[in-house]
């Protein structure tokens, strides 16, 4: 396992259509987030999983988000009818809940870049 | 006001240079305390994590200060390949998992 895998890692879509982005996390992490990142800002939460639970979304998801995690291992964040606001970096991170060293802390992915037309 | 502040810079130093960056939180609750380095098109990796006491690795001291909200980073003997951007994070409590980061402090470190 060598990280946290993202794909694709650009898209280019035409406002209105839908897309989807793929999370793989760290095999033994437990905890998964997805973030967004435009040019100039820090990373903005979206949301959050433990295991298979969507435990935490922010406001920023707005009703054309939806993120899943169906078996607590990869997830997929899917954006419907995009929006030009909507291209951004979407960033994946993953961590395992426990004490000592490393616990807690995120590892991103690459990401993957969104370009709506 | 936004829930973990930094400033934008950029903050342009010589090679050799000391450079300490802030960051302002506004949760006076918030429990866990991070610094990452974000380089130019790639994600953030954690740089180092912040100690209530204090903490140091190698060139790099962090601190906290709970009374008014704020952690700081030190680096002292800039390299050229410090050059990036710093993200504040901070881990808000209250039930939150999820990370808050700052929008990041741009450093470059000229030869």
Redesign the interface.
Known sequence: DTGVSQNPRHKITKRGQNVTFRCDPISEHN?L?W?RQTL??????LT?F?NEAQ??K?RLLSDRFSAERPKGSFSTLEIQRTEQGDSAMY?CASSFRGQGSGA????????SRLTVL | RKE?EQD?GPFNVPEGATVAFNCTYSNSASQ?F?WYRQDCR?????LM?VYSSGNEDGRFTAQLNRASQYISLLIRDSKLSDSATY?CVV?EGTG?????????TRLQVQP
């Open positions: 905890r987030y973030y100039g800002q820090g990373p903005e939460f959050y433990q435990l935490e922010s960033l807690n802390v995120l590892t991103f992915g690459a990401g | 973990v934008p866990s991070f790639k994600e953030p990796k954690l994590s993200l881990n939150r998992r999820a990370l808050t980061f700052g929008s990041g």
